[in-house]
């Protein structure tokens, strides 16, 4: 009976955290779409897509979902093990921005694309707490970063900042928008999804006590 009880009682906590994480991928992508009709520059690894999907002809989701899934291909010598969370971030982020990108309006002024900008950041940060606080597992590039932690032993600030500039710079040479909002969002996602995670995470539900 209490085991009844009790997997009753966890169903609506994982319905709950399920519906977080598939709302922050969505809020995800629409952020995107946002940073990027502003034009002013865009965070290292979507300058990395952007490029791509210059180069390539392809649609700026396929870019983000085919990177997305051989990043982790990556995972198998790291012998990391992805989550719900981690196939849904391949999957819903690409195609949440490419169908946001043709109903958000290029900024087409400065004053405009930095309200698109600065909207976009704090959004991603929010979509941020929403889908790691959700607690299924870590997007597949955060996992990259994770796994050469682990295997390598170097910290997390040398090996997330090495992963970084590497596809900044490979993005930035194939045609990614690198500017004001590469600065911006690298001084600021870090404080928001500092911020905003304590609030955005899903707690465990406290468990029914056996009948008397």
Same mark, same amino acid.
């Given at each position: 009976?209490?085991?009844?009880?009790?997997?009753?009682?966890?169903?609506?906590?994982?319905? @709950? @955290?399920?519906?977080?994480?598939?709302?922050?991928?969505?809020?995800?992508?629409?952020?995107?779409?946002?940073?990027? @009709?502003?034009?002013?520059?865009?965070?290292?690894?979507?300058?990395?897509?952007?490029?791509?999907?210059?180069?390539? *002809?392809?649609?700026?989701?396929?870019?983000?979902?085919?990177?997305?899934?051989?990043?982790?291909?990556?995972?198998?010598?790291?012998?990391?093990?992805?989550?719900?969370?981690?196939?849904?971030?391949?999957?819903?982020?690409?195609?949440?921005?490419?169908?946001?990108?043709?109903?958000?309006?290029?900024?087409?002024?400065?004053?405009?694309?930095?309200?698109?900008?600065?909207?976009?950041?704090?959004?991603?940060?929010?979509?941020?707490?929403?889908?790691?606080?959700?607690?299924?597992?870590?997007?597949?590039?955060?996992?990259?970063?994770?796994?050469?932690?682990?295997?390598?032993?170097?910290?997390? @600030?040398?090996?997330?900042?090495?992963?970084?500039?590497?596809?900044?710079?490979? *993005?930035?040479?194939?045609?990614?928008?690198?500017?004001?909002?590469?600065?911006?969002?690298?001084?600021?996602?870090?404080?928001?999804?500092?911020?905003?995670?304590?609030?955005?995470?899903?707690?465990?539900?406290?468990?029914?006590?056996?009948?008397?």
């Amino acid at each position: 009976m209490e085991l009844k009880a009790n997997l009753g009682h966890h169903a609506p906590h994982m319905l @709950r @955290r399920f519906v977080q994480l598939q709302a922050g991928l969505v809020l995800y992508g629409a952020s995107m779409a946002l940073m990027i @009709r502003a034009g002013l520059g865009l965070d290292p690894w979507d300058v990395f897509h952007q490029g791509i999907a210059d180069q390539a *002809g392809l649609s700026f989701g396929t870019v983000v979902i085919v990177t997305g899934a051989l990043v982790l291909l990556a995972w198998l010598p790291l012998r990391q093990a992805p989550g719900v969370g981690t196939i849904s971030n391949i999957i819903v982020i690409g195609v949440v921005v490419d169908l946001a990108l043709p109903v958000v309006p290029d900024a087409g002024s400065f004053p405009v694309g930095l309200a698109m900008l600065l909207s976009g950041v704090v959004l991603n940060g929010v979509a941020g707490g929403l889908y790691i606080g959700a607690g299924f597992g870590p997007g597949p590039r955060d996992g990259l970063m994770t796994g050469l932690v682990a295997r390598t032993g170097g910290s997390i @600030r040398v090996v997330r900042t090495s992963i970084e500039v590497a596809v900044l710079l490979v *993005g930035a040479a194939l045609g990614g928008t690198v500017g004001l909002g590469t600065v911006v969002y690298a001084l600021s996602i870090g404080p928001l999804v500092h911020a905003f995670l304590p609030r955005l995470t899903v707690r465990e539900p406290v468990p029914v006590p056996a009948p008397a």
